[in-house]
């Protein structure tokens, strides 16, 4: 994020999405239900968001 600034590596203390491993090969259970999630989950709270503020907005 900070790439032309920095050459530091920042990383947010806490995990909302699980990881990829590569220690068993590329293609386990645990890298498919991450990237499920990313392509899942993520869209859906991003709508849900939307919605919140589009309900603000005609609030006023």
Known sequence: MFFPFTADYFA???SILGGLTFTGGIIQLKNFLTVLQE?????????VVLLIVKKLKKMK
């Open 12 to 14: 947010f203390p806490i």
């Open 39 to 47: 392509v899942i989950v993520i869209p859906l709270l991003s709508y």
